[in-house]
């Protein structure tokens, strides 16, 4: 077993870019690239980089065995993906930036090379399964969720990507949209449109201009019933 805040702290952006740095060839395998805000790119089962995100955001977006899509919001900071075996790299997936986005481009091979030389204990793999692996958990109660609270659940789950204005009223992600929220709630947007309509009427939020406010979070989390899903909010 091993602290949370070990592995955290090894697992830090700057960390991970000072690690790269300690070998002379670091500026040859990674590249800052600048990417807009609307930029998709595709991938099959070769990946010839790792994206490592230092700001903005991203939604990375996989097909599962079974053709489910699954997708996770990714922020600085974090590897959108990061294969722990050659089997685990999915067939089809895209990431999408949700904002500008400043990245570290670095080639696979490199990163094999300098993790295995200066991180034995795998810290930094293990901070992205555990990643992943809250993540993989959310999507799983979430989908037990009846349609509304699909939705209440996909905004708690932005308070943190969020700006708190004060304990209990949060402004939302800019990149938060109706669509965008249909998606991440896995419903149909005009259904999407009523559950705000509700949240609005009720002074939970407010939508009609960026960003959204959520202006109770307490009671948006009581009609979820958040208190009853361990470990998620």
Same mark, same amino acid.
């Given at each position: 077993?091993?602290?949370?805040?070990?592995?955290?702290?090894? /697992?830090?952006?700057?960390?991970?870019?000072?690690?790269?740095?300690?070998?002379?060839?670091?500026?040859?395998?990674?590249? +800052?690239?600048?990417?807009?805000?609307?930029? $998709?790119?595709?991938?099959?089962?070769?990946?010839?980089?790792?994206?490592?995100?230092?700001?903005?955001?991203?939604?990375?977006?996989? +097909?599962?065995?079974?053709?489910?899509?699954?997708?996770?919001?990714?922020?600085?900071?974090?590897?959108?993906?990061?294969?722990?075996?050659?089997?685990?790299?999915?067939?089809?997936?895209?990431?999408? /930036?949700?904002t500008d986005v400043i990245w570290w481009r670095i080639d696979f091979a490199?990163?094999?090379?300098?993790?295995?030389?200066?991180?034995?204990?795998?810290?930094?793999?293990?901070?992205?399964?555990?990643?992943?692996?809250?993540?993989?958990?959310?999507?799983?109660?979430?989908?037990?969720?009846?349609?509304?609270?699909? *939705?209440?659940?996909?905004?708690?789950?932005? *308070?943190?990507?969020?700006?708190?204005?004060?304990?209990?009223?949060?402004?939302?992600? *800019?990149?938060?949209?109706?669509?965008?929220?249909?998606?991440?709630?896995?419903?149909?947007?005009?259904?999407?449109?009523? /559950?705000?309509?509700?949240?609005? $009427?009720?002074?939970?939020?407010?939508?009609?201009?960026?960003?959204?406010?959520?202006?109770?979070?307490?009671?948006?989390?009581?009609?979820?019933?958040?208190?009853?899903?361990?470990?998620?909010?």
């Open positions: 077993m091993y602290l949370k805040e070990t592995i955290d702290n090894f /697992a830090t952006l700057s960390n991970i870019i000072k690690i790269l740095k300690k070998d002379a060839q670091f500026n040859h395998h990674c590249i +800052e690239e600048r990417i807009s805000q609307g930029t $998709e790119l595709f991938f099959d089962k070769r990946r010839d980089y790792f994206y490592l995100v230092q700001s903005g955001y991203v939604q990375y977006r996989y +097909e599962g065995s079974s053709g489910q899509n699954f997708h996770f919001l990714v922020r600085p900071g974090n590897f959108p993906f990061l294969p722990i075996y050659q089997e685990d790299i999915p067939h089809n997936s895209r990431i999408e /930036a949700l490199f990163l094999k090379k300098m993790l295995q030389l200066e991180d034995p204990r795998n810290y930094i793999l293990m901070s992205f399964m555990a990643r992943t692996r809250r993540e993989l958990y959310a999507i799983a109660v979430q989908d037990r969720l009846s349609s509304k609270k699909r *939705i209440y659940f996909s905004l708690i789950s932005l *308070i943190d990507l969020g700006f708190r204005k004060d304990s209990n009223t949060v402004e939302l992600p *800019i990149f938060l949209t109706y669509d965008r929220l249909a998606e991440l709630s896995n419903t149909s947007k005009g259904y999407t449109s009523k /559950a705000l309509l509700e949240l609005r $009427e009720n002074e939970i939020l407010i939508s009609n201009k960026k960003p959204w406010v959520i202006t109770d979070v307490k009671k948006l989390k009581n009609l979820l019933d958040a208190d009853s899903l361990p470990n998620l909010f």
